[in-house]
């Protein structure tokens, strides 16, 4: 990466804080941390951040409450929750929301910043496409991976890095299945219980925006995984 990557840590606990702060600053990064919601949203604003580490548990503003205003303001900055909770509808409420990965706690920091740079590494990938990169047409959508947009007449819609590695992988395999267990381990990098249900999450999703054009399918194929698929292609 040319520039050293800039990382929003909302984190309401002063010893995690501190000790996230030290730490990622050692591995070379530039570090803003805030201890509660509105504080963490009002840093967001005002900078210019790569990756924002959230915990769930904050005053004033709770962790899936500020991935919705950070994503009304930017679609695509990655997104990783740091929490105590365990539900699995905790999880799935996280990704819901535009979670890129989900930390329980205590971990390891070392996973951390592992995990955070596959996802830096991904996200540069594709803001490294040329601005002119090749559209995609699917029935009325135009998809353009390098921007991570996809458009049906005046309405552009905007995918995170996740949502816009699964589209892309679709579009590769066009007309053709896809395993789930290969998804899973190209994007989310292992077929736990968890990925895989947190990729469902981004399915519905993807078909929820697809929804405008009914020539254009995203279907779910029993025991082997999914296809995108155009009517007439």
Known sequence: ???????????????????????????????????????????????SFDLCLLDVMMPK????????????????????FLTAKSMEEDTLQGFKVGADDYLT?????????ARMEAILRRSHSDKSVPSLAEEIVLGNYTYVPGKMRLSIGDTELKFTPKENELMKLL???????????YALK???GDDTY????????????????????????????HGEGFRLSVEGL
């Open 194 to 221: 968890f990925n895989a249900r947190s990729m469902d999450v981004y399915m519905t999703k993807l078909r929820k925006m697809l929804k405008e054009d009914p020539r254009v399918q995203l279907l779910n194929l």
């Open 171 to 181: 579009c590769e395999n066009l007309g053709r299945p896809v395993s789930r267990s």
């Open 1 to 47: 990466m040319s520039k050293t990557p800039e990382i929003l840590v909302a984190e309401d606990d002063p010893n995690l804080g501190l000790l996230l702060t030290e730490f990622l600053k050692k591995k070379g990064y530039h570090v803003s941390w805030a201890q509660n919601g509105d504080e963490a949203l009002d840093l967001f604003v005002k900078g």
């Open 105 to 113: 706690k205590p971990f390891s920091m070392e996973v951390l910043v």
């Open 186 to 188: 190209l994007i989310w």
């Open 61 to 80: 503003k709770d962790g899936f409450s500020l991935a919705k205003d950070i994503r009304a303001n930017h679609q695509q900055v990655p997104i990783i």
